[in-house]
């Protein structure tokens, strides 16, 4: 059974992850810093990896070749990023990697 405790483990963290950014803004503006919290008052104290990503998602589709931030430490549970330039629209998300995926409530980005 031993093969699957990854997998149990990346169910896990994203329970324990669930209260995710939620304190990013609705709107954001091109080019403004936001800062990407989440809670990691709960995380496991075996982390298979520490090294977190910051994704955006436009309609569910991530963006993988662009991420907003990458190589910190999923511990720290806050990194600031910078708004990309990207079309206007009201479905992105940020998506944060680390030892599992979280996703973020939708939001706006303004030209
Ligand atoms: C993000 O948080 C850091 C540290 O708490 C703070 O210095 C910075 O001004 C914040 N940035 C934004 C865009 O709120």
């Given amino acids: ?17 669930s209260t995710l950014v939620s304190a990013l803004p609705v709107n954001m503006q091109v080019g403004t810093k936001q800062n990407v919290t989440w809670d990691t008052s709960d995380a496991p104290t075996q982390i298979t ?28 549970g806050e990194f600031e990023v910078t708004v990309p330039d990207v079309e206007p629209a009201d479905d992105y998300a940020i998506v944060l990697f680390g030892d599992s995926g979280n996703a973020s409530p939708q939001f706006t980005i303004e030209a």
């Fill in 49 to 76: 990896n520490p090294i977190g990503r910051i994704i955006l998602s436009k309609g569910g589709l991530l963006d993988l070749d662009n991420p907003l931030a990458d190589g910190f430490d999923i511990l720290l």
């Fill in 1 to 17: 059974m031993m093969k699957f405790a990854p997998a149990s483990l990346f169910l896990f963290f994203i329970m324990m992850l």
